[in-house]
């Protein structure tokens, strides 16, 4: 059973709108988040982070919300530029260890 | 500052033949990991190494071996290659929170 879970494979955005990218997992356990950003044919790269003591953490044009209560994590891009277009993956950890678990992936396609 | 390195980039294996996947970080971290990524199942974690000389078994480490060689070093071991190892290997490595990764091998076995 999957404890990190993106629903969306796949997300189509014009370019200069918001991109919200969603991520839902089931372990009240899990007490830091983070979004990376994989290009095709490279490794995933470190997006933003948030801690489960906080709700919102901004980054530019990257902001990503925690509602713990609903063990839901997203990211918005504002505005979505076309080299935001790549996979986008939530990953988690429980405090502690050092195992992180990865969402299955939201490919974005930003048009221009 | 090469960040995070591995090799080869691309191998091709018939079933049953063994291999070794390279990877090395100059970044001092501590903690290293491999995982593969198939389609439709994100990334998983094969196997993971909190510290020099210790590794421990992640979510899919059957048919696979470690070695943390050194401190900047953590190799993955295909005893015997299977098809459904086909797949792409990531190592990663991590200071604090956030993981560096390799830029990958594309792995076919046939």
């Known amino acids: 059973d999957q404890q990190v879970k993106q629903n969306s494979p796949s997300l189509s955005v014009q370019e200069g709108r918001i991109s919200i990218l969603n991520c839902d997992y089931t372990?009240?356990?899990?007490?830091?988040f983070l979004w990376y950003k994989k290009y095709p044919a490279e490794g995933p790269t470190f997006l933003i982070s948030i801690s489960s003591i906080k709700d919102k953490n901004e980054d530019g044009r990257f902001t990503v919300f925690l509602n713990k209560s609903a063990k839901h994590l997203s990211l918005h891009i504002v505005p979505s530029q076309p080299g935001d277009s790549a996979v986008y993956f939530c990953?988690?950890?429980?405090?502690?260890?050092?195992?992180?678990?990865f969402g299955t992936g939201t490919r974005l396609k930003v048009l221009a | 500052n090469a960040g995070v390195t591995q090799t080869p980039k691309f191998q091709v294996l018939k079933t049953g033949q063994s291999m070794t996947l390279q990877c090395a970080q100059d970044?001092?971290?501590?903690?290293m990991y491999w995982y593969r990524q198939d389609p439709g199942m994100g990334l998983r974690l094969i196997y993971y190494?909190?510290?020099?000389?210790?590794?421990d078994k992640g979510e899919v480490p059957n048919g696979y071996n470690v070695s943390r060689l050194n401190k900047r070093e953590f190799s993955l071991r295909l005893e015997s290659a299977a098809p459904s190892q086909t797949s792409v290997y990531f190592c990663a490595s991590i200071a604090s929170v956030e993981q560096y990764f390799g830029p990958g091998t594309r792995l076919t076995v046939t």
């Open positions: 970044m001092n971290h501590n903690s």
């Open positions: 372990n009240s356990m899990f007490d830091y």
């Open positions: 190494s909190a510290s020099e000389g210790t590794t």
């Open positions: 990953a988690t950890s429980e405090g502690g260890t050092y195992k992180y678990i």
